[in-house]
């Protein structure tokens, strides 16, 4: 249900089979594997780093220490950036993806081309009604 306590419009697409609701996204979709795949070789190498040993001398140590910390919000970030990347390929699966989950209106081929995960229309993601 949306805001307007209406099934939402994306549902009603795929179950009327309106031409278009299942369009194909395959270059948002290699563009979101190729970024899977960056992000999960650059987790690996942020958890190996944070695995290594530490130095015993206590200024060195206190560097090490601000390192990790940097380390450990990249490895956040990079984590909450997979999260929107499996939802959208999901979004994909299901036959969802290229439409707000707000509003339902099909989400621009310009704003799917520069945040290929992205779940909002331009509208809703800035508060505005579509």
């Not at 395959?26 to 987790?43: C, G, I, Q, V, W």
């Not at 015993?56 to 990347?85: F, H, K, N, P």
């Not at 099909?106 to 508060?127: K, M, N, T, V, Y």
Request: with cysteine; hydrophobic share 30%; glycine share 10%.
């Amino acid at each position: 249900m949306n805001h307007c306590g209406e099934s939402s419009p994306v549902s009603f697409l795929i179950q009327k089979g309106v031409a278009g609701a299942t369009m194909s996204h395959d270059k948002h979709k290699a563009m979101l594997l190729k970024r899977l795949e960056e992000l999960k070789t650059r987790l690996e190498g942020i958890e190996d780093s944070l695995d290594e040993p530490k130095p015993s001398d206590w200024d060195e140590s206190a560097t090490e220490r601000e390192g990790d910390e940097v380390l450990e919000s990249l490895g956040t970030s990079g984590q909450a950036e997979i999260g929107r990347i499996e939802a959208a390929l999901r979004r994909m699966d299901e036959g969802e993806y290229g439409y707000c989950l707000t509003c339902g209106e099909a989400i621009s081929e310009a704003r799917l081309d520069i945040l290929p995960d992205a779940p909002l229309c331009a509208a809703c993601a800035g508060g505005r009604k579509p």
